[in-house]
């Protein structure tokens, strides 16, 4: 789903294998289930996660409640959370440019990663059920999330990006290895 999304994440996607197909924004969940998803990538995008939220949180709500892969970057992410169930927050000074440590918390590994962000998922408000992923090692932010028992997760960076390290394209593998 279109929110902004930035040509390299098509790029991303197709590498992976995925075939894509684009929908806008403003898409209906019947638009998004006629196309058959094996899976539904949430793009990142300018602005309130809240304000865009507003028609897209039932969107995703619908893809989540049919057991369909969803994989979320930045704003993408961000509206993953709200129709989880948690909220979002402007930041005092956002995420900008390259070079910023993330902690993957299963792994330990510190990811060297791209963002470009003014708002935060309150990681305090998950869900049960709703696990953090990731975390900034600049602030200690949220800057991951998964769900559960459902092949559901979101980052708040750019795995996309490509200012340097390639850290984080393996998830593009992941949300593949998901719909297979």
Do not use: W
């Not at 704003?75 to 927050?89: D, S, Y």
């Not at 330990?108 to 900034?136: C, M, W, Y």
């Not at 490509?162 to 394209?169: I, R």
């Amino acid at each position: 789903i279109d929110y902004g999304a930035k040509h390299n994440i098509l790029r991303s996607l197709a590498s992976a294998g995925c075939r894509v197909t684009v929908v806008p924004a403003d898409a209906s969940l019947e638009n998004v289930l006629r196309h058959e998803p094996d899976g539904v990538f949430l793009s990142n995008g300018p602005g309130d996660p809240s304000a865009t939220g507003e028609y897209a949180v039932p969107v995703i709500r619908g893809v989540i409640e049919r057991g369909i892969p969803v994989f979320g970057i930045c704003l993408g992410f961000q509206m993953l959370a709200l129709a989880l169930g948690a909220r979002t927050t402007k930041m005092h000074m956002g995420h900008r440019g390259a070079n910023h440590p993330v902690k993957d918390l299963a792994t330990g590994k510190v990811e060297i990663t791209s963002q470009n962000h003014g708002f935060a998922v309150d990681a305090d408000t998950l869900p049960a059920g709703v696990r953090a992923t990731h975390v900034s090692l600049f602030d200690g932010s949220l800057e991951g999330l998964a769900v559960d028992g459902q092949p559901t997760f979101g980052v708040q960076y750019h795995p996309e990006a490509s200012p340097g390290p390639h850290d984080s394209h393996y998830l593009f593998a992941r949300f593949v290895g998901m719909m297979e």
